[in-house]
T-cell receptor, first 115, second 114 residues
Framework: NAGVMQNPRHLVRRRGQEARLRCSPM?????VYWYRQLPEEGLKFMVY????????ESGMPKERFSAEFPKEGPSILRIQQVVRGDSAAYFC?????????????FGPGTRLLVL | AQSVAQPEDQVNVAEGNPLTVKCTYS??????LFWYVQYPNRGLQFLLK??????LVKGSYGFEAEFNKSQTSFHLKKPSALVSDSALYFC????????????FGDGTTLTVKP
């Protein structure tokens, strides 16, 4: 059973470009979570999605950031008009069902570098 | 609101000695607590969790953690450290009343010297 997949693993963008980060959850998992890890810091929650629904986006910046988890295909975290401060590791996690007891399983992350 | 504190940025131990990585938390509801380990340029690997029941939780790779409600702590322990345990360790908390969002500590770098 493959784990959580994220691609690309590394992404370089120039200021003002768009970044698209993809996450394929573990087989049978329908809940996806995105976290951001800035250098020398812990993970910060961004958004929680189920298929076709955003459940909690309380950690998402109000502008330039969006996320989706369509009925078919991976979850996408999209950052428009990237700035240097967006440089970070972005981790996706998935769980089979919702609930505070559920363990979230993490992907290897996408490391975004904005030049 | 929920929060996690890992008071030590770094923990150094000699191989074969016991190790402890500290974590304290704050939640308004029932605490659900997790430990993860991160190796360089890798994602987080789940180690163990406390949901309910015994205060001593056993997890992967010989790690265990003790839930202490009165001290609001969930320290990670291992009786005998290995050099391969050297990594970055994160404690996380979730409020029992809410699904989804986990709050992570800033991490503790564990270095085990031969």
């Amino acid at each position: 059973n493959a784990g959580v997949m994220q691609n690309p693993r590394h992404l370089v963008r120039r200021r003002g470009q768009e970044a698209r980060l993809r996450c394929s959850p573990m087989k049978g998992h329908s809940h996806v979570y995105w976290y951001r890890q800035l250098p020398e810091e812990g993970l910060k929650f961004m958004v929680y999605l189920q298929k076709e629904n955003i459940i909690d986006e309380s950690g998402m910046p109000k502008e330039r950031f969006s996320a989706e988890f369509p009925k078919e295909g991976p979850s996408i975290l999209r950052i428009q008009q990237v700035v240097r401060g967006d440089s970070a590791a972005y981790f996706c996690a998935s769980s089979p069902q919702t609930g505070p007891r559920e363990t979230q399983y993490f992907g290897p992350g996408t490391r975004l570098l904005v030049l | 609101a929920q929060s996690v504190a890992q008071p030590e940025d770094q923990v150094n131990v000699a191989e074969g000695n016991p190790l402890t990585v500290k974590c304290t938390y704050s939640v308004s509801g029932n605490p659900y607590l997790f430990w993860y380990v991160q190796y360089p340029n890798r994602g987080l690997q789940f180690l163990l969790k406390y949901i309910t029941g015994d205060n001593l939780v056993k997890g992967s790779y010989g790690f265990e953690a003790e839930f202490n409600k009165s001290q609001t702590s969930f320290h990670l322990k291992k009786p005998s450290a290995l050099v391969s345990d050297s990594a970055l360790y994160f404690c996380a908390v979730r409020d029992g009343g809410h699904a989804g969002k986990s709050t992570f500590g800033d991490g503790t770098t564990l270095t085990v010297k031969p």
